[in-house]
């Protein structure tokens, strides 16, 4: 964690602005978020997950591969549907469907962002969907594991038994009761505009990343163009951070 302002001997006005800004807690979104995962992540897990649903369920990949898409669109996650309709275990799933031993690879440094989360005022916290492996071994290889103060993985989402991954609102409200911090002083970071909205609807402040994703994301360009008007700030990358808080306090 970096040092502390106390923003006393600053002008009154500067110094209110930056306890605000520390005081800011921010949910980091993880893919085509914090890196880009359009090019060879989200195509090998949803690869991955068509293949585990095959032979699971004993269907052909195109059966297979129409589930998968329509428990997504369902729960927002093909995970619930198959916890819920076919009895299986979520950590196995959740292991089988990122398959990466060569992360390495395919994950770079990426000195721009951890320069901009060091500077970044507040508490920063990633908020995945993916799992807690997967997410270490991610932020582990772009390097910015110091500058952050938490991850908060799918395995984090699960309350009474049930997973309730974003964009959960109950999942939300529920996540910022644990981390006591009023919704106002929140700001969720995401390519997802369905995610924003949600949070929105929690009263979580919002900010879309638009760039990150360069061979597509999990909604088509033009529709986040329009649609990310309705989340308000936007950035292209998490590194312009910095230069929006203070239109965030
Ligand atoms: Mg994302």
């Known amino acids: 964690m970096g040092r502390k302002r106390s923003g006393r001997g600053l ?14 807690v ?16 989200m195509p090998r897990i949803n690869l991955a997950m068509t293949d585990y649903v095959s032979r699971r369920l004993g269907v052909d990949q ?7 898409a329509n428990y997504w669109r369902r729960y927002g996650a093909t995970l619930l549907g198959m916890v819920r309709h076919h009895e299986v275990d979520a950590h196995e799933f959740l292991r089988e469907v990122h398959p990466f031993p060569d992360m390495h690879r395919i994950v770079d440094r990426d000195h721009g962002l951890r320069d901009a989360l060091r500077r970044l005022p507040g508490r920063k916290i990633v908020l995945t969907n993916g799992p807690n492996d997967y997410a270490r071994a991610v932020l582990g290889r ?12 799918i395995e984090s989402m699960q309350f009474a038994g049930r997973f309730l991954p974003k964009p ?31 949070a929105r609807a929690c009263r979580v402040r919002t900010v879309l990343v638009t760039g990150m ?8 360009a033009g529709r986040i163009a329009g649609r990310g008007r309705q989340v308000g700030l936007q950035v292209q990358s998490a590194a312009s951070l910095p230069r929006i808080v203070h239109k965030l306090v």
């Open 11 to 24: 002008g009154p006005r500067l110094g209110r602005a930056l306890v605000r800004s520390s005081a800011l």
């Open 26 to 41: 921010w949910l980091l979104d993880l893919d085509n978020t914090l890196h880009d995962a359009s090019a060879q992540i």
């Open 62 to 68: 195109a059966q297979a591969s129409e589930l998968r």
């Open 142 to 153: 772009l390097g910015i594991a110091a500058q952050l103060d938490g991850l908060l993985a």
């Open 168 to 198: 959960s609102r109950s999942m939300l409200l529920k996540l910022l009761a644990r981390l006591r911090v009023p919704a106002s002083r929140c700001v969720l970071v995401e390519d997802s505009v369905a995610n924003l909205r949600a």
């Open 213 to 220: 994703a360069r061979h597509g994301g999990s909604e088509p």
